[in-house]
């Protein structure tokens, strides 16, 4: 076997405020996001949103230090990972594939070419799979492949999920075990698992088996948590009129309250790495609604970053996926049934404040209403939430 590589997927963010208005214009720039009837109006469109709502999209960043730390972790989990795999006597290379922002996708499998790398296993670094997460960088790799063939290694190999490895499990299980902990009555805290969300359509229409596979994970991590904890699940970043899986986070988290839950243990269980979502929408905007609803005791549960337990299980992934028979990507992505992603007859309006999820949320939300107020000149553009 030639030399191994590893490239890691993830959807990448600004570092710092002034990357926020060429990273708002990477996304619109791209017609999985928007898709709109004239393709010549995409990067005129791209252009105008980014620059219309880059200010405030700062001010969201600045909350949490000027910027997203995603690819100075996705650096730190590469390292870990190369470290490992070289100890265990592998001649490995991990890189990195941001869909978004920097190191690119395309940047990644250009020097996997170049370095000569004859076998590469693709992780994604989301747990469990969805179309709008996994599935939408395995589809640039595809289109990337097809656009340049000689980029595809010899051999490659896709990891689809990994929520059910038991290093995983045993990692969450521990900081999950450390946040009860700190609870003044550890045995009354409720566990409450928060998982972005993604619209019903790509459940019961597209056959994503997102939903399944984040209520599994939930038990699997609650059975070998094995403590008495009550626990329930909810669903983070709904936006748009359309319908998204329930319960939704911030309702879920006030009816706990009406319930008597005065201790909350929150759990990101969607991401391992901390980004916008963790460190804006939980810890700010969610904490704040604990409190007003009568919850005394919020602790979050932090992402898995660079824990041991965590870097060692994506190792045994890795190996364990190199050597067993290649999965293609192909054979990940086809959906049970095929369905309008983004319904031209339809205008639908509403946007995320969450920047580093908008690859798993715009391009749910379908066609929105963008073009419309821009061609009719009926007022401003209407982009509420939108960072």
């Known amino acids: 076997m030639g030399r191994l590589g590893v490239l890691l997927l993830n959807l990448g963010g600004p570092e710092?405020?002034?990357?926020?208005?060429?990273?708002?214009?990477?996304?619109?720039?791209?017609?999985?996001?928007?898709?709109?009837?004239?393709?010549?109006?995409?990067?005129p469109l791209a252009w105008l949103i980014s620059t219309s709502r880059a200010k405030k999209s700062q001010a969201n960043y600045q909350k949490i230090g000027g910027g997203s730390p995603l690819r100075r972790i996705t650096e730190a989990q590469a390292r870990a990972l190369e470290i490992q795999l070289q100890a265990q006597g592998e001649n490995a290379k991990v890189y990195i594939g941001m869909r978004y922002w920097h190191p690119f996708t395309e940047a990644a499998l250009a020097q996997i070419e170049q370095d000569g790398i004859e076998q590469l296993v693709i992780l994604p670094l989301y747990p469990q799979f969805s179309i709008s997460?996994?599935?939408?960088?395995?589809?640039?790799?595809?289109?990337?492949?097809?656009?340049?063939?000689?980029?595809?290694?010899?051999?490659?190999?896709?990891?689809?999920?990994?929520?059910?490895?038991?290093?995983?499990?045993?990692?969450?299980?521990?900081?999950?075990?450390?946040?009860?902990d700190k609870c003044p009555n550890p045995d009354l805290a409720h566990v409450f698992f928060s998982a972005h969300g993604v619209p019903?359509?790509?459940?019961?229409?597209?056959?994503?088996?997102?939903?399944?596979?984040?209520?599994?994970?939930?038990?699997?991590?609650?059975?070998?948590?094995?403590?008495?904890?009550?626990?329930?699940?909810?669903?983070?970043?709904?936006?748009?009129?359309?319908?998204?899986?329930?319960?939704?986070?911030?309702?879920a988290i006030v009816e706990l309250a009406a319930q008597g839950v005065t201790e909350l243990v929150v759990v990101p269980i969607s991401f391992v790495s901390e980004h916008i979502e963790t460190l804006e929408e939980i810890d700010i905007e969610y904490r704040e609604i604990a409190e007003v609803a009568g919850i005394h005791t919020f602790n979050r549960v932090p992402a898995l970053d660079t824990n041991p337990i965590f870097i060692q299980t994506l190792v045994d992934l890795v190996l364990r996926?190199?050597?067993?028979?290649?999965?293609?990507i192909d054979r990940v992505t086809q959906m049970k049934k095929k369905i309008k992603m983004y319904p031209q007859e339809k205008w639908e309006m509403g946007l995320t404040t969450a920047a580093e999820v908008w690859n798993g949320r715009l391009a749910m939300l379908g066609f929105i209403g963008i073009v419309v107020e821009l061609i009719s000149g009926r007022g401003p553009l209407h982009l509420f939430g939108i960072l």
């Open 321 to 328: 996926a190199a050597a067993a028979p290649s999965l293609d």
């Open 133 to 180: 997460t996994s599935g939408s960088s395995f589809r640039l790799i595809e289109k990337i492949w097809g656009e340049n063939p000689q980029l595809k290694p010899p051999k490659y190999t896709v990891i689809a999920d990994w929520y059910k490895e038991a290093g995983y499990l045993q990692a969450m299980t521990q900081l999950i075990a450390t946040e009860i």
């Open 200 to 251: 019903v359509s790509y459940v019961e229409e597209a056959g994503d088996p997102y939903q399944t596979e984040i209520e599994e994970c939930t038990e699997l991590i609650m059975r070998t948590l094995g403590r008495s904890n009550s626990h329930s699940l909810a669903y983070q970043s709904k936006v748009g009129p359309i319908e998204w899986l329930k319960p939704y986070t911030e309702d």
């Open 16 to 43: 710092q405020l002034s990357d926020v208005r060429p990273f708002l214009f990477n996304l619109f720039s791209d017609p999985e996001i928007i898709r709109i009837p004239v393709a010549a109006l995409q990067k």
